[in-house]
């Protein structure tokens, strides 16, 4: 099983600034079957990146991911109000055996 | 527009049965393989199963395989989660979600809204 641990667990931001996020898998990912998701509370998760880097539909070009093989980055480059919320890694390289990050809160500093 | 509106769920002692169900709309359903993911109270996500676009291939979870069964009836667009021997530990808020392009190896694009399923005595 692919482990994803992300980090930090907490992040607190600004409005205006720019967020990075972390997410690290115990074994390589292969062709980038990475994905991130950001949940809100109470409502079901939504799928911002897929393949590591390309964003999902309808989502603001602030939103990017990078990396490859065993480390992953979202990037937020300028945070708006609506940003705060927690934001999973998931892969899906070891289907069908699927696993989440425990995920990263990004709150309001 | 392309939804998933979801259904069941409740309260249940353990070791009892329940259905959830998962309707599909604004996309032909036929083509896509489909999930369920929970997640505990205040944890995070923990993918539970997969069925294939046909429903002939069927993939579960360690934690549930043997009590829940995954199906679909392509005619009427629309998912089925049997969950028996029920646990505390399955108490959590289900989501069933599609598969992006259809595939295994594929982000989960589309969410229902989210069952709650309590499990108590």
């Known amino acids: 099983e692919i482990v994803l641990t992300q980090s930090p667990g907490t992040l607190s931001l600004s409005p205006g600034e720019r967020a990075t996020l972390s997410c690290r898998a115990s074994q390589s990912v292969s062709r980038s079957y990475l994905a991130w998701y950001q949940q809100k509370p109470g409502q079901a998760p939504r799928l911002l990146i897929y393949?590591?880097?390309n964003r999902a539909t309808g989502i603001p070009d602030r939103f990017s991911g990078s990396g490859s093989g065993t480390d992953f980055t979202l990037t937020i480059s300028r945070l708006e109000p609506e940003d705060f919320a927690v934001y999973y890694c998931q892969q899906y390289d070891s289907s069908p055996m699927y696993t989440f990050g425990q995920g990263t809160k990004l709150e309001i500093k | 527009q392309v939804q998933l509106v979801q259904s069941g769920g409740g309260v249940v002692q353990p070791g009892r049965s329940l259905r959830l169900s998962c309707a599909a709309s604004g996309f032909t359903f036929s083509s896509y393989a489909m999930h369920w993911v929970r997640q505990a109270p205040g944890k995070g996500l923990e993918w539970v199963a997969l069925?294939?676009?046909?429903?002939?291939?069927?993939y579960y979870a360690d934690s549930v395989k043997g009590r829940f069964t995954f199906s679909r009836d392509n005619s009427k667009n629309t998912l089925y989660m049997q969950m028996n021997s029920l646990r505390a530990e399955d108490t959590a808020i289900y989501y069933c979600?599609?598969?992006?392009?259809?595939?295994?190896?594929?982000?989960?694009?589309?969410w229902g809204q989210g069952t709650m399923v309590t499990v108590s005595s």
């Open positions: 393949g590591a880097s």
């Open positions: 069925i294939s676009y046909d429903g002939i291939n069927k």
């Open positions: 979600a599609r598969a992006y392009r259809g595939n295994y190896r594929d982000a989960f694009d589309i």
